[in-house]
């Protein structure tokens, strides 16, 4: 198993309106990011945004907490969304939770000190998963294919009440 990654910097509007086609891919473009048995990530400082995918084949990869993170795990100030983009059947251990996502299915993990690995059902037909997190607050849940992401956002949020100072 190897973890790689890169850290890029934000561009400022002005100055990328003069970047050719070879400097925009450079900076924007994410070329890597499904290799067997490795887990690629872009750490981005539009927000601290990590971009990452994961393809195990036949072994199990952890997500490590990269050193942009200063943390002991990659979850302890981070929300996580996974993605199953490969056409088999991925497994993903959370702590001592375990979800197995279909193609095109995700997971929704939110922050707390504790392991993720990534996982194959069958190493013939490997999942990828692709990834984004950010800074966080929400609880873990996985998201069916068939269930609307509004319907779970609305169903998450508590009432809001706006009072006036006027």
Not at 20 to 33: A, C, H, M, P, Q
């Amino acid at each position: 198993m190897k973890t790689n990654y890169e850290i890029r910097y934000a561009a400022h509007p002005e100055d990328a309106k003069s970047y050719d086609t070879k400097r925009l891919r450079r900076d924007f473009l994410i070329e890597t990011l499904f290799v067997a048995n490795e887990v690629n990530m872009v750490y981005s400082m539009y927000d601290r945004m990590v971009v990452g995918g994961a393809m195990p084949v036949g072994e199990s990869l952890k997500l490590e907490a990269i050193d942009p993170l200063k943390a002991p795990y990659f979850l302890t100030r981070r929300e996580l969304g996974i993605f199953n983009v490969g056409k088999g059947k991925g497994i993903v251990r959370v702590g001592n939770d375990v979800f197995e996502l279909d193609y095109k299915e995700a997971l929704y993990l939110g922050s707390g000190d504790r392991e993720v690995y990534f996982e194959s059902a069958d190493e013939s037909v490997p999942a990828k998963f692709y990834f984004n997190s950010l800074t966080a607050t929400i609880p873990t849940r996985r998201l069916p294919k068939r269930t609307p992401l509004w319907l779970i956002w609305a169903r998450s949020k508590a009432p809001t009440t706006a009072i006036s100072t006027r």
